[in-house]
Structure formats: C-alpha cells, structure tokens
C-alpha cells in the first residue's frame, strides 16, 4: 500500500462548525489532492497541490480550502460546515500525469 | 466540456461469466485513462494506466483496452472476489485535474 493516511477516519459535526481534514504521506510524492465521492456524482476534485504551499482548486471547491506546508501534509478546511458537506473525502497522491494512489477516506457527517 | 460516463451502472455475473465493462470519454486531449478497483468502505485501488489507442494492460482476470473514444475492462472467468466497484478516469492534455465516471458495481454470483 502506498504510506496515505487519513485523520479522522470518522466524524460528526455540528452546521456552522469548522472542521480540519488532515491527509499524510510517506512517499514523497509532489501532487496531492483531495476528493469527495457522493452517490451519483462519483470522485468529485474539490483542490489540489502541486508543491508545498502551491495549491489550485478542482470542480468543487467553494466552501473549502487547503494548505500545504510540508511536502508530506495536506490540510482540508471547511470552514463553516453545512449539510451538504456531508460526504466521504478521499486524499490521493501523485506524480502528476501518472496514476494517483488514495488514501482510506473520512466520512463526515454534518448535522 | 471533459466527461467520462461508464456502463453499465451494475452488473452480476456467475462465477465463470466472462463480461465487459465500458468507459466512454470526451476529452479535448487523453495524456491518460486509468482504472481503478473500490471496495466498499475503502479507497480506490489503481490497476492500469493506458497511454494512447490501442495499448492494452493485463493483470490476472483482468484486461484493459483502450480506442480513441472508449475504453473497456475485460473480466475473463470472474470469480466472488472480483466483485467491486470498478472506476475509470482520465487526465486531459491540458491542466492537472482527473475526471472520474460514476462506476460499475460488479457482483460476482458463486
């Protein structure tokens, strides 16, 4: 497996919270990106970073945002969580063309 | 406007029952298509890269192709185990995003 983790794995919060989404890895790997899959839609690109504090959104990136300050962590925020945030994230890594490698998701539930 | 639309949405099949699984694309450019294997509760699993038309991956049961507009995952004699959600997706010439379809759940009947 490829060295990704994800913490939390699980989490319940409230609406209006913010909630920080953290993804790791051993690889060394210089894209990262982060993902939201929801029934129907499929994987859903919400950002992405190309470089320590090089970041650039995906299709789905308004209520989010990201940071990078270490090549090995990528931070996802919401920064005030609503309902429709609810959803399973997934990190992945790469080398940019080539296939990505995901991590084992976090499932957020916002009530 | 790049999209990837797989079919079918589910399929089941008896163990032994050789099928295809579709993914059709509309890119301005493929620098590449991959597929991906998702078990539930877990995060996608990558299986094969494919670069240009033409080119073809195996891996056991499992073989990839790929055309200008499509690309199929042939499942020869599947077996329970098989049985996932299967993904694809493509990275187009231009910017750094990758698209994904919605998938193919597979069930692999014993």
């Known amino acids: 497996d490829a060295g990704i983790t994800q913490s939390p794995r699980h989490k319940v919060t409230e609406t209006g919270t913010p909630v920080t989404l953290r993804c790791h890895q051993t690889?060394?790997?210089?894209?990262m990106y982060w993902y939201r899959q929801d029934p129907g839609h499929g994987l859903r690109l919400i950002h992405y970073?190309?470089?320590?504090?090089?970041?650039d959104k995906g299709e789905v990136s308004d209520g989010y945002s990201v940071s990078r300050s270490k090549t090995e962590d990528f931070l996802l925020t919401l920064e005030s969580a609503t309902s429709s945030q609810t959803s399973v994230y997934f990190c992945a890594i790469g080398q940019g063309a080539r296939e990505q490698y995901f991590g084992p998701g976090t499932r957020l539930t916002v009530t | 406007e790049d999209q990837v639309t797989q079919s079918p949405e589910a399929l089941r099949l008896q163990e032994g029952e050789s099928s295809s699984l579709n993914c059709s694309y509309t890119?301005?450019?493929?620098?590449?298509l991959f597929w991906y294997r998702q078990d539930p509760g877990k995060g996608p699993e990558f299986l094969f890269t494919l670069y240009s038309a033409g080119e073809e991956k195996e891996k056991e049961r499992l073989k990839a192709t790929l055309t200008k507009k499509e690309s199929f995952l042939h499942i020869t004699a599947p077996k329970p185990e098989d049985s996932a959600t299967y993904l694809c997706a493509v990275h187009p010439n231009t910017g750094n995003q990758f698209y994904f379809g919605t998938g193919t759940s597979l069930t692999v009947i014993p």
């Open positions: 970073s190309y470089g320590v504090k090089d970041t």
């Open positions: 690889e060394n790997h210089r894209y």
């Open positions: 890119v301005s450019g493929l620098r590449g």
